[in-house]
Nanobody, 127 residues
Framework: QVQLVESGGGLVQAGGSLRLSCTAS????????TGWFRQAPGKERECVAA????????YYADFVKARFTISRDNAKNTVYLQMNSLKPEDTAVYYC????????????????????WGQGTQVTVSS
């Protein structure tokens, strides 16, 4: 199984930026997908963005398009989430998740699609 460790969360004012990192260790595979999810208090966990291992295909939730960018550096086994123009409603715990094997973005990624999860990192955006 893959172990995932997130970093980069924190407190930022509205309009600011943060970059989250997710570093994987353990077994590595030639295919798969890594996603960033978030969960705010009292709300369901939702997918923010995801990227295939190849980096050739990405997914973004409508509410983060043009503000967030997901990327990966396979040499470092790390996936990044660059978050710009942050809003108070972006406040949540952000989780990195990974799954192996063939994956497509025909529909929005779901939590149940992913078998490996990080511990989460808090992102707080003040108004």
């Amino acid at each position: 199984q893959v172990q995932l460790v997130e970093s980069g969360g924190g407190l930022v004012q509205a309009g600011g930026s943060l970059r989250l990192s997710c570093t994987a260790s353990g077994r590595t595979f030639r295919s798969g997908v890594t996603g960033w999810f978030r969960q705010a208090p009292g709300k369901e966990r939702e997918c923010v963005a995801a990227i295939l291992l190849s980096g050739r295909s990405t997914y973004y939730a409508d509410f983060v398009k043009a503000r967030f960018t997901i990327s990966r550096d396979n040499a470092k086994n790390t996936v990044y989430l660059q978050m710009n123009s942050l809003k108070p409603e972006d406040t949540a715990v952000y989780y990195c998740a990974a799954e192996t094997g063939f994956y497509t973005f025909n529909v929005a990624p779901k939590s149940a699609d992913f078998g490996s999860w990080g511990q989460g990192t808090q992102v707080t955006v003040s108004s």
